[in-house]
């Protein structure tokens, strides 16, 4: 501020407000990590104070499991029954939970594949139970190697591997049983034949009726957008006494005489679709799962799952008890969230999957505040809390959370809806010490459904103060954000091994897209009524300054994108422009920067992460800072300006398997898919590396003085900075040659001589007098009012 460049003010002034908005989201981001907490669960002493060995009957609460998909192609239907076989076979009480699974495609397939999956669950979670095996997604186990095993844990080793080969074959037979749902099902339709009313072939069920959902040959009433509401109980509840199952005979060569062999009640769930609704995506069908669990199961607390995520602890569900049956501050506790861990990523994490800077490192520093945020999957929530009730901390003396809900609003109806069982359902979901309850022999069928119509909600605060937040991209942050704003806190939980793992986009574009997604609609967050700016007084102040970062993040781009373009013009004129005086600039910059990667080693250290995985951080933010993040702020401004904004890509999931996985574990990898999010990033390499071209053009011709040559190296160092970050994105348009990564060294290489000798052999071509005199009075009058005089081109 002291030496303002008057030669160049406009580009003074953007280096000032640049600087300055690095420097506060640098501070921002520290401010969230002054306190870290690692809180490891103690399972121990919370088996021998709610499930005692050998006491037969549980204390622990009873859970909801919320699974959610859309298509069983897009969403391999392989991997979301893995993900269902991992819950059933649990180790939680049988009893003690139920699994209520979304298909928001109201497919025939994800029914029929619910089916194929109970029937497969009554030899796998046996086989679980009795030998403990881990994990008990079957698609993981069998494919883990014999090392990675660990040591037998089970009651019956000499049984182990008889029973292991019986249950591989059984699940080979489950997995062709799936496949050839795509083909049965449209066989079993055609030879029913087409129906003359609806001008369509109906898919037919097995037992000759009309599947009520979407038809593979879409007809009215029948297809992904209308279709009428499904609920339709898979497995009832198992009751709360163990069942041993029989020993081995010649139909079943598994002796399951000490074997509980009881499954947990199983939820098939496809909501109403009517056309002229916002379904609000996977917010809107997990408010169904929410009021349909709470009609028949109604436990106290609630844990959500992507179809593609598993359960890899089977001990998960105990560990996240942990926290909230802590008798110090567990009843203040409205979620639990698990670090996301992904199979099928490449070694090298290419592309920042993991994310393990936010997961092991601003999450535990959350975690000493108020904890950290909602993240879409792998988190159990407190049910009370996603209806919208005060943490206890905050209630009166004589107040309690079940009163407050049942007395929440004299109109119940305008807050929750008009279904009478459900609204008497709410003050129970505080009891933790009541069971799952069996289904009530009164029919429910016509109060399941009416629950999961397109019209419930009109009218009703879901969406808003109840349930899952709507409206917004990222609707995870927000739900968290909301709670956290009422006061409650959260708690950040770390297992070893991982308690869930499932599969994330290894493919450049696709993975831009995720990241587009997020940072839309966290800008979006931060300039609506949920900004973190204007919640009360129940957030804490640091908790507030890092929702603000998190959501204002973006922001950053304008500055960076300007900056990385700014080397073209840097070197094509006489001098390096840079805030003088230089050598006291330089000392203060490079300090700066000193100190900054000082503390990333050390929260390296304490975070328990790699200088890789700090690495890839920082590339992919550079990456998603040139490309991803403009776009974000652009959609920001369309949607301020009250305009749609950009669409939002949703993430496909990894397809490989069978044959060609085995040829070529990370083929997505180098899949090029070209985009125009790309092309901004695009742009930045080719100037960065055609400044450096010309910088040794011009040196090589002989057109540098001394102090020139150092001042362009100074900068040159800046250029070889910025493509080192953008090295990621580099390799992944280079398609299947980046598994040669050297080649791209000789490509730049090449390049630069090629731009050199260019600049070289161009220079006297383009000389100032084989110019017009018209456009050199032009561009000089333009040029003197915004770059600096010594930029004569």
């Known amino acids: 501020m002291r030496h303002r460049d008057t030669d160049s003010v406009v580009l003074w002034w953007v280096t000032v407000f640049g600087d300055f908005w690095f420097g506060v989201s640098w501070l921002l981001n520290q401010a969230s990590k002054l306190n870290p907490i690692r809180r490891v669960p103690n399972l121990a002493l919370l088996n021998q104070r709610f499930d005692p060995p050998g006491n037969g009957s549980s204390q622990l609460p ?37 699994t209520y699974f979304s298909d928001d495609g109201g497919s025939l397939v994800h029914y029929e594949a619910l089916l194929e999956t109970a029937r497969f669950a009554a030899v796998w979670a046996p086989f679980c139970r009795k030998h403990r095996v881990e994990p008990r997604a079957p698609e993981s186990y069998f494919a883990a190697k014999a090392e990675d095993a660990g040591p037998y844990a089970g009651d019956a080793p000499a049984q182990f591997v008889d029973d292991r080969r019986h249950v591989r074959r059984e699940y080979e037979e489950f997995k062709a049983r799936l496949a050839a749902l795509f083909t049965v099902i449209p066989q079993r339709s055609e030879a029913h034949g087409p129906d003359s009313a609806k001008g369509a072939t109906p898919t037919f069920m097995a037992d000759g009726t009309h599947w009520p959902g979407t038809w593979f040959e879409p007809a009215a009433n029948h297809n992904k957008g209308q279709h009428a509401a499904i609920v339709e109980v ?49 917010a809107g069908a997990m408010n169904v799962q929410l009021r349909v669990s709470a009609l028949l199961s109604n436990a106290p607390f609630v844990i959500n799952f992507d179809g593609d995520h598993y359960i890899n602890n089977s001990a998960a569900f105990r560990a996240a008890m942990c926290f909230m049956l802590d008798p110090r501050h567990g009843e203040d506790t409205a979620f639990v969230q698990f670090p996301q861990r992904f199979d099928d990523v490449d070694p090298t994490d290419r592309y920042s999957n993991h994310n393990r800077v936010f997961f092991d490192a601003t999450s535990l520093g959350l975690n000493g505040i108020q904890g950290p945020s909602y993240v879409g999957t792998g988190c159990m929530f407190r049910r009370a809390a996603l209806y919208g009730a005060d943490p206890p901390r905050w209630l009166p003396p004589d107040g309690s959370v079940s009163k407050q809900l049942s007395s929440s609003d004299n109109d119940p109806c305008h807050h929750f809806g008009n279904s009478m069982p459900f609204i008497n359902s709410i003050p129970l979901a505080t009891h933790h010490e009541r069971p799952v309850s069996p289904p009530p022999a009164s029919p429910l069928d016509a109060e399941l459904a009416a629950v999961a119509t397109c019209a419930y909600e009109d009218g009703t605060g879901w969406g808003d103060g109840v349930g899952w937040v709507y409206n ?64 009360g007084r129940r957030l804490h102040p640091l908790q507030r300054v890092a929702y603000a970062n998190m959501t204002a993040y973006p922001i950053s781009a304008a500055f960076i994108f300007f900056y990385d373009l700014l080397p073209l013009m840097w070197l094509s004129g006489s001098e390096f422009y840079i805030q003088k005086p230089f050598a006291t600039y330089a000392a203060y910059m490079f300090a700066g ?77 180098y899949e090029v898919q070209w985009a125009p999010l790309l092309v901004p990033t695009v742009v930045v390499i080719a100037v960065n590396v055609a400044a450096v071209g010309a910088a040794l053009g011009r040196a090589a011709a002989g057109g540098w003085s001394l102090p020139q040559l150092a001042a362009t190296a100074g900068g040159m160092l800046f250029n070889a900075w910025v493509l080192l970050l953008l090295y990621p994105f580099a390799l992944g348009i280079m398609g299947r040659w980046s598994k040669r990564p050297y080649l791209l060294f000789v490509l730049l290489v090449v390049t630069l001589a090629a731009i050199a000798s260019a600049y070289v052999a161009l220079l006297p071509v383009f000389a100032p007098r084989f110019v017009s005199p018209f456009w050199l009075g032009f561009w000089s009058r333009v040029g003197s009012s915004i770059f600096p005089t010594s930029w004569r081109i």
């Open 62 to 98: 009873a859970v909801d499991v919320f699974i959610n998909t859309v298509d069983p192609v897009d969403e391999p239907v392989l991997c979301t029954m893995n993900s269902v076989l991992s819950i059933l076979a649990t180790d939680y009480p049988v009893g003690r939970h139920a």
């Open 234 to 282: 898979v497995l009832n509840h198992p009751g709360d006494e163990p069942q041993l199952g029989a020993p081995a005979s010649s139909e079943n060569p598994m002796d399951l005489s000490a074997v509980d062999v009881r499954l947990p009640m199983l939820v098939y769930i496809a909501r109403e679709k009517q056309p002229g609704y916002d379904h609000q995506k996977k």
């Open 472 to 535: 917004i991209a990222t609707e995870d942050v927000v739900t968290g954000f909301r709670i956290h704003r009422k006061g409650w806190r959260s708690m950040y939980c770390a297992t070893e091994p991982d308690a869930f793992r499932g599969t994330a986009p290894i493919n450049l574009t696709e993975r831009l897209y995720q990241i587009l997604r997020w940072s839309g609609g966290s800008l979006d967050m931060f300039f609506s009524r949920n900004s973190p700016l204007l919640a």
């Open 593 to 669: 920067i000193a100190m900054m990667e000082v503390s990333g080693m050390v929260e390296i250290t304490w975070a328990g992460i790699t200088l890789l995985d700090w690495c890839r951080n920082e590339q992919f933010f550079m990456v998603g800072a040139t490309g991803v993040y403009p776009a974000a702020v652009l959609h920001s401004l369309l949607r301020l300006v009250g305009l749609k904004g950009l669409p939002f890509k949703l993430t496909a999931k990894p397809q490989s398997s069978g044959a060609a996985a085995a040829r070529e574990r990370f083929a997505e990898v």
